[in-house]
């Protein structure tokens, strides 16, 4: 599964080591990627045509993302959606007014 991480709140980064290692990563993402400076995103991210080296960047990033999020690289689906959720849902508690509903006779 490929889970988008900006669409979450993101874990706390107090860590500076955290920070950096994301960065890095990031940064070799964005290496990967300027190895084909003409090719497009379909093309760079064809499961059957990406280079081993865009895939490796990839999974370090997925890893360190996860690991920052205090999970391990070896979790379910469900494991992994679950902490974002859950961060999500905590930040949002009170947001949203519920308005009682009217029951029809």
Avoid: C, W
């Amino acid at each position: 599964m490929y889970v988008t991480y900006n669409n979450f709140p993101f874990p706390d980064l107090s860590s500076f080591a955290t920070q950096t290692k994301i960065e890095k990563a990031g940064e070799a993402v964005l290496a990967a990627q300027a190895e084909f400076p003409d090719a497009a995103l379909t093309t760079l991210y064809n499961k059957a045509a990406m280079s081993t080296a865009l895939h490796k960047a990839h999974n370090d990033l997925d890893k360190v993302v996860l690991n920052a999020y205090g999970l391990k690289s070896n979790g379910t689906d469900a494991g992994v959606l679950e902490v974002p959720f859950n961060m999500y849902a905590e930040i949002t508690e009170g947001l949203l007014v519920t308005t009682p509903t009217k029951r029809k006779r």
